[in-house]
């Protein structure tokens, strides 16, 4: 059955999206002004294309990328020829010859679909059709694509993703008036078509069909210019044959909810913006589970915040997909199902073996865990190993009657705890980038000074911005004497004051000597004796003893103390790191301040 719509009213990264989480098989045609082009999926999986400038085919690119030579090229297209209409595809023709890696083949057809695509995600104007009786390569190729992806096949969500991030680094060159190679120029023809058909000197014209050039590229289907209501393509309608292909013995009011509710969660997105664009990056759900209905459902929902669901049942898959996504700086998080009774089904424990190579492999990619609302056994031991939530998830044994209902609080649960995380971590990703902001601010402020007093001076603002107390000392032989201090006698926004009158003895043991002896910043509770009778009954004791002693080194040796506390208000976290580098920052610059006084003092005397 074909399906027609507009790109007006869905845009190819939806259409994609959607063929790829609906698991569909034939081939997708656009045409528009500029011409038509074609993705050829089976089972939601990408294993061909045809490029909408016809020059440009897969012979030429695999030979362009190196992955062939001419003379391979020349070769299979003899056997192509000999063979007919049993002919298969001219990359696995390749492959089976010897004369290209499955790793090559996979290279070079992703790169055809990535300028497919890049070609196509512009578009706001044209048709497309769906063609799910498309099953062979072409009408003179009765290879069918079912074998084609069991050969080779590629993720169409990361096919995709890679497409979209070459047309915005395109559009930001384009927009910068670089000028970009078209694909013809890179990728041209490496046996034109007239070359080909004076080759053969007798007997009828020879087209690409003929060569099996294109066997990949190019399927003879033509559009269909007039549809009946019942040929639109309904995004609502593809949703509603797969639910009841998976929930077969539902009520048809169950169904429909489902539909209802995955169909209004499908919120178009606009592809020209692309994801890369999106606000916090590319982010990425990993599904290890083998459910269709879960991986459906969890693949549509996500789809509304821009994230991409990559599924995985084997542990090399899941280690690929990972990496894939660290290469590619999506931000991801991987969502185990729960154990299921099936045959196939991941157990208890393969699933716990799997979580521990997670944490072994990629420490920092958090995890999440599905789990039988009655299973405790399983649920607290996800929780022991660490797990960062725990879904309860639906399930027709523990609750038939409920079940659909269950799905859909599941899903909206689940949707939510993606978006706020999602949302956790591009805040958080902002706040270190301003944090490295003001890092980089501070260190540029301290390279301006020339004064000794003024460097010490300016650590002590650094410090008074996250304390509510701060005081600068002198390191004596024998004590710590007070300079400047922020907080202390007068309020925050009066600035430093003068603190001559404070005096800490360094001649007993106490957290000040412990710290100048050991050169590195003491940060913590706090109930040394020297600190309260010398320090607390001078200024008064904060509301916790929580406090911080930052060391300024020059020359070797440490020159000053800042110290910090909270005063009346609450505890809160602190950057010690941040401190420690600007002391250092200071220390450096607090030497060649001195250096470049000691290198005047020379000269003043050698011009005496």
Not at 344 to 369: C, M, T, Y
Request: proline fraction near 5%; charge should be negative; include cysteine.
């Amino acid at each position: 059955m074909a399906f027609t719509g507009d790109l007006e009213h869905l845009s190819i990264f939806d259409i994609i999206q959607l063929l790829n989480t609906t698991r569909k098989s034939g081939t997708f045609s656009v045409k528009g002004s500029r011409g038509e082009s074609r993705i050829i999926f089976s089972n939601g999986c990408i294993v061909g294309a045809s490029h909408l400038n016809n020059k440009v085919r897969i012979g030429s690119v695999l030979v362009r990328m190196n992955a062939i030579n001419r003379e391979d090229l020349e070769k299979v297209l003899q056997v192509q020829r000999s063979a007919g209409a049993g002919r298969k595809p001219l990359i696995a023709t390749l492959i089976d010859m010897g004369r290209l890696k499955p790793e090559a083949a996979t290279k070079g057809l992703k790169k055809l679909i990535e300028m497919t695509i890049v070609e196509l995600v512009g578009w706001t104007a044209g048709t497309f059709t769906l063609d799910t009786e498309a099953i062979y390569v072409s009408p003179e190729c009765s290879y069918p694509i079912s074998k084609m992806e069991q050969e080779i096949s590629l993720d169409a969500q990361m096919v995709l993703m890679d497409a979209l991030r070459i047309y915005d680094e395109r559009e930001r060159d384009r927009n910068a008036g670089k000028v970009i190679p078209s694909d013809e120029e890179l990728f041209e023809e490496v046996i034109p078509s007239e070359t080909q058909a004076e080759s053969l000197q007798a007997g009828p014209a020879v087209t690409a069909d003929d060569l099996g050039l294109s066997d990949l590229d190019h399927l003879e289907r033509k559009m269909p210019e007039i549809f009946s209501a019942d040929e639109i393509f309904d995004p609502l309608e593809i949703h509603r044959q797969k639910i009841r292909e998976l929930l077969p013995g539902f009520p048809s009011g169950d169904q429909e909810a489902l539909v209802s509710f995955l169909h209004g969660s499908a919120v178009s997105v606009d592809a020209r913006k692309g994801l890369a664009r999106k606000e916090g990056g590319m982010k990425a759900v990993v599904l290890v589970s083998k459910d269709e209905l879960i991986t459906h459902s969890v693949m549509t929902i996500c789809k509304d915040e821009g994230v991409l669901v990559f599924t995985a049942d084997r542990p090399e898959e899941l280690d690929r997909i990972i990496n894939n996504c660290t290469e590619r700086k999506f931000s991801a998080i991987v969502a185990f199902d729960n154990p299921g009774p099936a045959p196939g089904s991941l157990s208890a424990d393969h699933i716990a073996d799997w979580r521990h190579r997670l944490r072994e492999q990629f420490p920092k990619v958090p995890v999440i865990q599905m789990v039988s609302p009655l299973d405790y056994d399983f649920t607290l031991k996800a929780l022991d190993d660490g797990i960062g939530a725990v879904f309860p998830r639906p399930s027709t044994e523990d609750r038939g009657q409920t079940f659909v209902r269950d799905v859909i609080a599941f899903l909206d649960t689940f949707n939510s705890y993606i978006r706020r995380f999602f949302q956790e971590e591009r805040e958080g990703a902002a706040s270190d980038e301003d944090r490295l902001a003001r890092l980089r601010r501070r260190i540029a402020a301290f390279r301006d000074l020339s004064e000794p007093s003024a460097v010490s001076l300016a650590l002590l603002h650094c410090v008074s911005e996250v304390f509510e107390r701060s005081i600068t000392f002198i390191v004596r032989p024998s004590e710590l004497t007070g300079e400047k201090a922020i907080g202390v006698y007068a309020e925050k926004d009066h600035g430093a004051t003068p603190a001559g009158g404070l005096k800490i003895p360094l001649t007993e043991p106490s957290v000040f000597r412990d710290m100048i002896e050991k050169g590195r910043l003491f940060y913590g509770e706090c109930s040394d004796q020297v600190l309260k009778e010398h320090l607390f009954e001078g200024i008064g004791a904060p509301l916790r003893p929580v406090i911080a002693l930052l060391p300024m080194k020059s020359l070797g040796r440490i020159v000053t103390v800042t110290y910090g506390d909270f005063g009346d208000k609450e505890v809160s976290g602190i950057q010690s790191d941040i401190l420690e580098i600007l002391a250092n920052e200071a220390g450096l610059v607090l030497e060649n301040s001195l250096y470049r006084k000691k290198l005047g003092i020379a000269h003043s005397g050698e011009e005496q």
